[in-house]
């Protein structure tokens, strides 16, 4: 192979076989990545043909990376050649590899109850930190109360309107046609059944106390964690990676005041009334439903629902609303102020937010239920 008298050529890496056909291969110039791109087609076909007896010369390999190395231990079927001339500076990168290679992959799946006690502990250890921060940023909220409680004028009032009109009016639209559908499928239903027995006049108990008792303020629940709760952990999330958070404690503005406090107190507003709205298109779907199945008149319809829904149903309903508002706003939240600066932090926190919501929404309505169970039914 003859010179070539530029610098960057005469780096190029390269191997030469001794016209002697004695099975000698010299190998010269950078054998790194950069270098051996170019060419690794030809290079690998040059590996893949040498004899399994040959002698490797390296002595005139100027540089050396991991890329360079592995491509020559493969080609040495991961074992040191019977006649090899390699530079003492370039024998402890191949050590390396050699070792690495003895040592046996991981077995995947196989976990033995030890393993099983460690993920356990982790998790709980996970699950540990995780209320911790919850606590401490329910206490911070409660501290922010107290202090505007006592100096009115530093009330986040824009803020809290910005946030109730983003949850609350711009939910009304979909709570709306949602509610109204979920009424018309649940009256349908029950039409079905009803009409074999006879006891057409029962959908006006089973609508009024199924949708203002429990499927109104959980159905609330689980859209504004979709819709609403999504939307501020993402937020703040977006203000963590751009260091928006940062520079506002750089300023000394309190994050829990202007950004945690207007989204809690908007969401606790803001669900109430978003439940009474939508329990009301859903009875209303129910209602016209049961005029097209049953031929119930509407007026029979509102005239009968104050007496078979006690008004207890209505207050419990308005305070599962605020209840689930307050925790849906406070995970939301929490998981927020938890994103690392980085995109895939963002998604998995703001994926969390939502699913941990809808499970605390869901156990907190189970226990409404035992606690309430003999509050506003008809015995």
């Known amino acids: 192979m003859s010179a070539v008298p530029s610098d960057r050529a005469n780096h190029r890496p390269g191997i030469r076989i001794d016209p002697s056909g004695r099975g000698v291969l010299r190998?010269?110039?950078?054998?790194?990545?950069?270098?051996?791109?170019?060419?690794?087609r030809a290079i690998r076909q040059h590996?893949?043909?040498?004899?399994?007896?040959?002698?490797?010369?390296?002595?005139?390999?100027?540089?050396l990376d991991s890329f360079g190395a592995v491509l020559l231990w493969q080609a040495w079927r991961r074992a040191w050649p019977a006649d090899l001339s390699l530079p003492d500076d370039l024998r402890a990168l191949f050590e390396e590899i050699?070792?690495?290679?003895?040592?046996?992959?991981?077995?995947?799946?196989?976990?033995?109850?030890?393993?099983?006690?460690?993920?356990?502990?982790?998790?709980?250890?996970?699950?540990?930190?995780?209320?911790?921060d919850f606590v401490r940023l329910f206490g911070g909220i409660v501290l922010d109360f107290l202090h505007l409680l006592r100096t009115p004028q530093d009330w986040p009032l824009r803020e809290i309107s910005a946030n109730v009109f983003k949850v609350g009016v711009r939910a009304m639209p979909v709570a709306a046609l949602v509610g109204f559908l979920i009424g018309v499928a649940l009256s349908y239903l029950s039409a079905l059944q009803l009409r074999a027995y006879g006891a057409d006049v029962f959908i006006v108990n089973i609508l009024g106390l199924g949708i203002i008792r429990e499927l109104g303020p959980v159905l609330?629940?689980?859209?504004?964690?979709?819709?609403?709760?999504?939307?501020m952990t993402a937020q703040l999330g977006v203000m963590r990676v751009t260091e928006e958070i940062d520079a506002l404690a750089a300023m000394g503005v309190s994050r829990s005041l202007r950004l945690v406090l207007p989204k809690v107190i908007a969401l606790s507003i803001a669900m109430p009334l978003l439940v009474l709205w939508t329990s009301a298109m859903a009875l209303f779907g129910g209602m016209v439903s049961a005029s097209l199945q049953l031929g119930l008149t509407y007026g029979f319809f509102i005239e009968t629902l104050p007496g078979v829904v006690p008004l207890a149903n209505l207050y419990i309903a308005l305070s599962k609303g605020f209840v689930f508002g307050l925790l849906i706003a406070l995970i939301a939240c929490h998981f927020g102020l938890r994103v690392k600066p980085n995109t895939e932090s963002l998604s998995a926190n703001?994926?969390?937010?939502?699913?941990?919501?809808?499970?605390?929404?869901?156990?907190?309505?189970?226990?409404?239920?035992?606690?309430?169970?003999?509050?506003?039914?008809?015995?």
């Open 27 to 40: 190998l010269h110039g950078d054998w790194t990545l950069r270098l051996l791109t170019p060419q690794i």
């Open 47 to 63: 590996l893949r043909t040498a004899p399994p007896d040959a002698r490797w010369v390296l002595d005139e390999v100027t540089r």
């Open 220 to 231: 609330v629940s689980v859209l504004v964690a979709g819709r609403s709760g999504s939307a």
């Open 98 to 132: 050699a070792a690495s290679d003895r040592q046996p992959l991981p077995q995947q799946g196989l976990r033995t109850p030890a393993d099983h006690l460690v993920l356990l502990g982790r998790a709980a250890l996970h699950f540990r930190d995780h209320v911790l």
């Open 350 to 379: 703001t994926t969390a937010s939502v699913v941990s919501a809808i499970t605390i929404v869901i156990l907190v309505d189970a226990i409404f239920a035992i606690a309430t169970r003999t509050i506003g039914v008809p015995f």
